[in-house]
């Protein structure tokens, strides 16, 4: 049964792009996979089709075997578990890894990107407004990355010696450090992982998912413009659906 991921060029998107390209590097012959991009600008996130697949409305999703998955941490270890490598640890081992990816899902993840979209993207409120979450989300993104750096003391990867899906999930959103102004200047561990994790030939075709190979590490005034434009709208309290 063919693999259908459901996307966009964005930090959860990658994700899974880079999942795929990873197992394949890993030599497994996986089915047949279809990336079906989401086009979230236009509100196809809210389509019908799309919510019967993810009823959080947000991209990734995936369908496999008539199992419809959403949340891209769920994602990575369904792919994990169901094509076995060494990026998602089988048995007692990947007890070392579960915690991490929980971590990514309910911290990394939300505090970056609320940091990213107040520092870029949110225009309907002043600056004056958005003082106190920029510092908030801001202060809180640096303690995550000082809980990183702590992890990657003994370690070249966030569980061990080997790439897994926790640096996979991590990773989408802290190598953006600059665009969210997340400074992890201070910790060259972080930035090291940050390069080691960046030349990974899986890692370099997954993150060139819906971008031209020569903006994979610096976005054209062009395209950040666009991610600008697109982040208002979406980051907008008004696009905010009460109802679903
Ligand atoms: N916790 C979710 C977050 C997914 C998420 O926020 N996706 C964003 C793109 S990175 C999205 O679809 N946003 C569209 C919207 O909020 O309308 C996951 O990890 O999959």
Redesign the pocket.
């Known amino acids: 049964m063919s693999l259908d991921v459901y996307t ?1 060029a ?4 990658w ?1 899974i792009s880079i999942m795929i390209e990873e197992l394949l590097e890993a030599g497994v012959d996986l089915p047949e996979t279809n990336m079906h991009s ?1 086009d ?1 600008s236009r ?1 196809e ?2 389509s019908e089709a799309f919510t019967t697949i993810c009823p ?6 995936l369908v496999h075997n008539g199992i419809a998955l ?6 990575l270890q369904y792919l994990g578990e169901t094509f076995p490598t060494g990026l998602f640890p089988q048995g007692e081992a990947r007890w070392r890894v579960i915690p991490w990816l929980y971590w ?2 309910a911290n990394i ?2 505090i970056f ?1 609320n940091k990213l979209s107040y520092t870029r993207y949110i225009a309907d409120a002043t600056e004056e407004q958005k003082a106190h979450p920029i510092e908030r989300f801001g202060r809180e993104a640096l303690r995550l990355v000082a809980v990183l750096d702590r992890q990657l003391q003994a370690h070249d990867y966030i569980c061990g010696d080997s790439f897994t899906v926790a640096d996979i ?1 991590v990773w989408c959103w802290v190598r953006s450090w600059k665009w969210s102004k997340v400074d992890i200047t201070s910790k060259p561990r972080v930035l090291e992982w940050v390069r080691r994790v960046r030349a990974r030939p899986g890692v370099e075709r997954g993150i060139s998912f819906g971008v031209p190979s020569e903006e994979i590490d610096q976005f054209s005034e062009e395209r950040k413009a666009q991610y600008r434009k697109n982040g208002a709208g ?2 907008s309290n008004n ?2 659906p009460t109802d679903v």
Request: hydrophobic share 40%.
């Open positions: 966009a964005t930090p959860n998107g994700k989401i979230l509100g996130q809210f959080n409305q947000k991209i990734p999703a959403m949340e891209s941490c769920a994602i990514q899902a993840g939300p990107g999930s979406i980051a696009r905010l």
